[in-house]
């Protein structure tokens, strides 16, 4: 079995096909046949991204029952005032259901690369810590905005103990044994 953590960059596409898109894909940066992408990162997104061929890890990490915390930094355009931190955390109304709780957490500037397309904010912007045990398409992006917050960029940093670390863009490395384990 493979176990891959991927450092994904803005712009690519979280899988190996382009279907026609003219984006870039997993395929430009990691040459393993036969590995998938354990969940997903939409393409404006950034940061740690597991592959494996291992199909029941797949499953379990991408299975909504399990409930794996996943944690992301998000720059938002706007306030982020303690009662939209509050109402973000609580939970909030997406396309007809409510989010799970979650962590909202307003923290200091990262220390971050730049980014390829650089962020071009019309306000203030803030730093968050976010921890999800969900993942619903562009949830973060659709949460922030409920109230009154605009994303501008997302970088996922961990997911359950396995942190992205100092790994630079567009570069992978084989998780370690006690990373593996913390996912098992």
Do not use: C
Not at 10 to 34: A, C, M, R, W
Not at 69 to 85: A, D, Q, R
Not at 154 to 171: F, K, Q, S, T
């Amino acid at each position: 079995m493979r176990y891959i953590i991927f450092n994904k960059p803005y712009g690519v596409l979280s899988q190996f096909t382009d279907e026609g898109t003219g984006h870039p894909t997993l395929k430009d940066f990691i040459n393993i046949p036969g590995i998938y992408a354990a969940g997903r990162l939409d393409r404006d997104s950034e940061g740690l991204l597991l592959l494996t061929d291992d199909g029941a890890l797949i499953k379990r990490l991408t299975d909504p029952k399990h409930h794996l915390e996943k944690t992301y930094l998000v720059m938002v355009e706007g306030e982020p005032t303690s009662g939209k931190l509050n109402q973000l955390s609580s939970g909030i109304q997406i396309k007809g259901h409510f989010t799970r709780p979650a962590s909202f957490r307003l923290i200091a500037d990262p220390n971050l690369p730049a980014r390829p397309r650089p962020v071009t904010p019309h306000g203030s912007t803030h730093w968050l810590e976010v921890r999800l045990r969900e993942g619903k398409k562009r949830q973060i992006r659709h949460m922030t905005a409920a109230v009154g917050l605009f994303t501008l960029r997302i970088i996922r940093v961990a997911i359950g103990n396995v942190r992205l670390g100092n790994l630079e863009a567009g570069h992978w490395r084989d998780l370690t044994g006690d990373e593996l384990i913390q996912l098992t």
